[in-house]
């Protein structure tokens, strides 16, 4: 269930307008229904964050930004760290449908 649910959630924000609020209402529900446990919401802006560096990194072929590090809401830390790099944070929260489907859409988000 996991993937297909998050690429269908990733195909319904493609031919809305293309907007933070949208990826991360998907990215909520995703968190929310198809994670267990369940992922907080405040890791949202995080997926955002992610997913954004994720496919700018593929359309530009500038795979540095793999590595760039986001900044985790208070209290919450990754292996130690209050960072975590886009692409840890695309793999561990799950996120790598929206990526996909972004990317065979030919769209690219706009920074927040």
């Known amino acids: 269930m996991g993937y297909s649910t998050a690429v269908d959630m990733a195909s319904n924000i493609a031919g809305m307008t293309n907007d933070a609020n949208t990826l991360g209402d998907a990215i909520g529900m995703h968190f929310r229904g198809n994670c267990y446990p369940p992922i907080p919401m405040a890791m949202v802006p995080v997926g955002v964050e992610a997913i954004n560096n994720i496919v700018e990194a593929e359309i530009c072929r500038d795979y540095e930004m793999l590595d ?10 990754f292996r130690g760290s209050e960072t975590v790099s886009s692409i840890d944070a695309v793999e561990k929260l ?13 769209q690219q988000l706009e920074e927040e």
């Open 68 to 77: 760039k590090p986001i900044q985790l809401p208070d209290g919450i830390k």
């Open 94 to 106: 799950f996120l790598g449908a929206f990526v996909d489907q972004l990317l065979m859409d030919g």
